[in-house]
T-cell receptor, first 119, second 112 residues
């Protein structure tokens, strides 16, 4: 079974430039997550999709970040314009279905991430 | 704000030694997960614990969920260089809308 694919693996841009990341989740997984992981910290959820609808985007900086999941499969995350503090690894994860609230959570499978450096 | 605190932040030991890392919170969680993340890769799920007092074993790794479901520990016996990585705990609250709350991780280095 193929895992979560992400591209590019690395990206270096200057501040105020734009950048886009792509994620292809595991086939059949309904839920897709984008995380931001700053060096020395745990992942921080940016946005969660259930099929092609947004479940949670409360921590997405909507003035500069946008994400979409067309047709409920692949997803793109865009930053426009980038700031120095956006330097981080951007992780995509997918799960078959959301977990039962209060009981357990379905396994999230992570991609290798895209390491973004903003100069 | 719900927080997961992991300790220690960094641990470097010799191969063959035992170690324990911790994940603590003031909140009660419905479930807790441990992940290992290697450089250049995403986190990989090791275990999910759900019941207070639950103990799970994965080869040389022993995971425990506190009785009050506010803390967890990961114990590694006879550590090997292959255990090197960032160990992250993540927890789910009853009303978190399936959103995991993550700790900052313990960076573990096992020296041969």
């Amino acid at each position: 079974e193929a895992g979560v694919a992400q591209s590019p693996r690395y990206k270096i841009i200057e501040k105020r430039q734009s950048v886009a990341f792509w994620c292809n989740p595991i086939s059949g997984h309904a839920t897709l997550y984008w995380y931001q992981q700053i060096l020395g910290q745990g992942p921080k959820l940016l946005i969660q999709f259930q099929n092609n609808g947004v479940v949670d985007d409360s921590q997405l900086p909507k003035d500069r970040f946008s994400a979409e999941r067309l047709k409920g499969v692949d997803s793109t995350l865009k930053i426009q314009p980038a700031k120095l503090e956006d330097s981080a690894v951007y992780l995509c994860a997918s799960s078959l279905r959301p977990g039962l609230a209060g009981v357990s959570t379905d396994t999230q499978y992570f991609g290798p991430g895209t390491r973004l450096t903003v100069l | 704000t719900q927080l997961l605190e992991q300790s220690p932040q960094f641990l470097s030991i010799q191969e063959g030694e035992n170690l324990t890392v911790y994940c603590n919170s003031s909140s009660v969680f419905s479930s807790l997960q441990w992940y290992r993340q290697e450089p250049g890769e995403g986190p990989v799920l090791l275990v999910t614990v759900v019941t207070g007092g639950e103990v799970k074993k994965l080869k040389r790794l022993t995971f425990q969920f506190g009785d009050a479901r506010k803390d967890s520990s990961l114990h590694i016996t006879a550590a090997q260089p292959g255990d090197t990585g960032l160990y992250l705990c993540a927890a789910l609250t009853v009303d978190s809308n399936y959103q995991l709350i993550w700790g900052a991780g313990t960076k573990l280095i096992i020296k041969p």
